[in-house]
Structures are given as structure tokens and as C-alpha cells.
């Protein structure tokens, strides 16, 4: 992409209604702009980021045996009244009336829909087990939207919900769901701590929240350091943490008999990037979802659900890596791989120099960021650090007439000046 062509507005001045980096860096680097108080839109860079770190979610999903399908954002009312939700969901649920009277809502989440399609579809324990998600945009109408993207009122998640037929099948999905999600975190350079957590309005007896730490997190969370210690020998799975002690501030009580001395209680902020439920047949013996077991005897469905804040994760990584000039994207969701700066552009020499490693680059399958514009040396620097561009390769007047560029890395802020071969043999490696 050339800069000179891109969409991509820029802000100078720090945006007063922002009040954590995430937010005011999202905005600066023109990812994304307000419509209405929690709603936004996604601007072609922000969108870039949304759909890496959606890819990523799904391959991993994939990976797990989840499969994919997408349900409409626009529920009937009728179906959470089968729950029993429609009333308990309140003030957060955004109802609407269609043309003929009828009650519908813009889905919070899918829990009613997903054990309707089950339902009217699997007859069998045969069938069974079946882990299904989508990614798809939900409407809560929180009471104080903020931060951005992190608590938005309209937002993009993913959820799974899997379907078994025993209590032992279900505790298998939620272990698969488990270990999906932190290899999908650890994928976007991010640690995230599964804590246990309360299953609130999901309902449920099993559930954990994924958080990453970050000071400006919402939830005040408390765990054992021996967490860090199995996470360094990557030993982390359902089992083991178990017996840690890691929970949210809702559920921290100092005399739990699990609770760690004071030096090995770490207590810190979270971002919570994912929340896993396991309910039991909460939502199926409601909806009646019944399949025939393997004696001919009818078994209510065993369900639990999974959710990712896939728009949420935009703002927390970022929250997570970035320094006072701007996002450093890690390389797995960056928007671009490479960053070219023209120190000159108008000069044959530059533009022929960066035309050429532009085209190199791109054939090579990357990602690249041409700043071809016709602005000060400064402003260059200072926008590709804002956007975050892992990799920059500097090329000026001066370099060229000696085959010389430079290459900076944006997360360790190393410089080295490379032959143009070195620099594009070490950026295709
Ligand atoms: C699990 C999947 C659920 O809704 N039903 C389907 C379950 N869980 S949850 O914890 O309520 O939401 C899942 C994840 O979605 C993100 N999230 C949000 N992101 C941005 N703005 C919001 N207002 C918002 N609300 C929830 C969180 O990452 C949460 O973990």
C-alpha cells in the first residue's frame, strides 16, 4: 500500500474523549472513529488488525474441531422467552419491534439460537459430540460504554458452544476450549491467565475469564506466582490450575484455603479477553433439546459456551505494546510487516531504490507500507512508529549512493545499516 493513496487519517492532537492509550492510539493512527457512544467503525487499518486476530481465532477453533457457521445478528424475541432470558436480560438487551408487531432483539449472544439449530437438527447421541461457533457482531447496550473498543455497546466476538452427551463429554469440550484458547493468545504475542470466575448471567457451576495483564484493566485479579513458574515451562492446562489460586476480585476471598502466603499472592489488573462456561443442560432441559441416547432413552443435551472479544483484543493488545510514539504491534497481528520511508521522495534515485524493494517485498507474499508522500523526514518517522510497523526501512540520498539502507525494528528500536540485499534477504528470511 502506498501512504500517498491509503485512508488512513491521522491525528495530530491527542483526542480528549480518550482516556486510556488503546483508545487515543486507535483513534490517532486512524484504526477507527466513534458513530454513537460505543459503536464504531472500523476505518481500512483498524479492519486489517480485526481480521488478523479474527484469523487467528479461527484457525486455532479450527484446529480444535470446532466448526464454523454464522447466525443472523437480529433474534425473535419468542426464543428467549423459552429460556426464560428475555425479561432477566434487562436494560442491556437492545429490543426492536419489526413491521408486523413482532418482538425481536439484536443478539447479546447465542446461546437460545445455537440450542434451537441443535435441537431441530440432531436426533441422535450418534451425532454428538459437536463444538459450533461463529464470529459475529453483538449488541450489548452497556451502561457506560468506554475505553473504546475494550467495552463498546456494539462489538465483535466469537463464540463457541458445544454440545455432548455426559457430564464427562462436556468437561472434555471445555478442556478443548481451554487449551485452544491459550495457544490462540499466545499466537498474538499475548499471556493471558485463565482465572475462575463467576458464570453471572450465563448461568453454570464451571467457568474461567482469559485476562491480560495491563494497568488499566477493569477487573482487579489475584493469583498464585506459582502460575508463572508453570506458564514459563508451559505446563498450563485445566488440571494443573486447578489447584492454583487464580480468580477475579469477584471471587477473592483472603480466607479461601487455597490462598497462597502474601509474597506468592501477585495482585495485579486484567483485561478480560475470554470467557469460557461450562452450564450443563441450563439452556437444553428450558428448550427442551433432547437427543435419543445410545439405550433409546431420551438425554437432555450437556452444553457449555465459549467467547473470545475478538474487537476487544484489538485495544488489549495494544495496551499491552506500545511505548510513547505510537502501537508496536506484534508481528503475528500486525496490519503491515514492513514499513519503507523515502527520506526523499521526488528523488529518482530513492524512488527507484524504493520502488524496487516495494515490488520485492510484495512479491514475496508480505505486507508493506510505502510512505511515498512528499512530507518532512520527521513526520515519516513519526506516523510509522504511531501505526506501529514492525519492521522500517529507511532509504535516503545519502545510503543510496553508497547501497546502503537502514533497517529499524520497532519493538527493540535497533537500527542497522544494511547492504538493500542484506536488508531484503533478512526481512524474507
Ligand atoms: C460465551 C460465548 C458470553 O457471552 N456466551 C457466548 C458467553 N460471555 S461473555 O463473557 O459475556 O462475553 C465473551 C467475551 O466478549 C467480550 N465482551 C466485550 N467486548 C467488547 N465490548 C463489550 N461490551 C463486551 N462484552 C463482552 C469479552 O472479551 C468477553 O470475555
Known amino acids: ?69 454464522l447466525m443472523p445478528t437480529i433474534q425473535p424475541a419468542e426464543l428467549w422467552r ?28 447465542n446461546e437460545e439460537l445455537i440450542t434451537q439449530i441443535v435441537r431441530d437438527n440432531i436426533r441422535s447421541y450418534r451425532d454428538l459430540p459437536k463444538i459450533l461457533y461463529h464470529i459475529q457482531w453483538k449488541f450489548r447496550d452497556e451502561v457506560r460504554p468506554r475505553f473504546g473498543v475494550m467495552r463498546g455497546r456494539e462489538f465483535l466476538m466469537k463464540d463457541s458452544y458445544s454440545f455432548d452427551i455426559d457430564y464427562e ?8 476450549m481451554f487449551t485452544a484458547y491459550l495457544k490462540t493468545f499466545k499466537r498474538m504475542g499475548l499471556t493471558a491467565i485463565p482465572m475462575q470466575a463467576d458464570p453471572g448471567a450465563i448461568g453454570g457451576n464451571l467457568s474461567h475469564e482469559f485476562h491480560i495483564l495491563a494497568e488499566t484493566g477493569e477487573s482487579g485479579v489475584f493469583y498464585d506466582v506459582a502460575y508463572d513458574e508453570l506458564a514459563a515451562r508451559g505446563d498450563i492446562d485445566l488440571d494443573s490450575l486447578s489447584r492454583l489460586y487464580a480468580v477475579t476480585d469477584e471471587k477473592h476471598d483472603p480466607n479461601a484455603a487455597n490462598v497462597p502466603p502474601p509474597d506468592r499472592l501477585k495482585t495485579a489488573r486484567g483485561i478480560e479477553v475470554g470467557h469460557i462456561f461450562y452450564f450443563g443442560t441450563k439452556y437444553s432441559k428450558a ?62 534515485r530513492c524512488d527507484g531504490v524504493c520502488e ?67 536488508a531484503l534477504a533478512r526481512l524474507t528470511a
Open 1 to 69: 500500500m502506498r501512504l500517498s493513496a491509503y485512508f488512513l487519517p491521522t491525528l495530530k492532537e491527542i483526542p480528549a474523549e480518550a482516556q486510556i492509550a488503546s483508545h487515543r492510539l486507535m483513534l490517532r493512527s486512524g484504526m477507527i472513529r466513534q458513530s454513537s457512544a460505543g459503536i464504531y467503525s472500523w476505518l481500512p487499518l483498524g479492519l486489517k488488525v480485526l481480521r488478523k486476530i479474527e484469523t487467528i481465532v479461527r484457525e486455532e477453533q479450527d484446529r480444535a474441531g470446532a466448526q464454523e457457521l
Open 82 to 109: 423459552e429460556s426464560g432470558r428475555y425479561d432477566a436480560y434487562g436494560k442491556e438487551m437492545l429490543r426492536i419491534v419489526d413491521r408486523h408487531d413482532r418482538e425481536m432483539l439484536y443478539g447479546p449472544t
Open 169 to 176: 463429554g462436556a468437561r472434555k469440550s471445555y478442556e478443548t
Open 287 to 348: 428448550m427442551n433439546a433432547v437427543v435419543t441416547g445410545p439405550d433409546g432413552a431420551p438425554v437432555t443435551l450437556e452444553m457449555g459456551s465459549y467467547g473470545i472479544g475478538v474487537s476487544r483484543l484489538v485495544g488489549a493488545i495494544i495496551e499491552s505494546s506500545h511505548d510513547d510514539r505510537g502501537i508496536i504491534w506484534p508481528e503475528a497481528v500486525a496490519p503491515f510487516a514492513v514499513g519503507i520511508i523515502n527520506l526523499k521522495s521526488g528523488d529518482s
Open 356 to 422: 524496487d524493494v516495494y515490488r520485492a517485498l510484495s512479491d514475496h507474499g508480505l505486507e508493506v507500507l510505502y510512505d511515498d508522500r512528499d512530507e518532512r523526514a520527521g513526520v515519516k518517522f513519526a506516523d510509522m512508529d504511531l501505526i506501529g510497523v514492525p519492521w522500517q526501512l529507511v532509504v535516503g540520498p545519502k545510503g543510496v549512493a553508497a547501497g546502503i539502507v537502514e533497517l529499524k525494528n520497532r519493538y527493540s528500536g535497533e537500527k542497522q545499516e544494511l547492504s538493500l540485499e542484506s
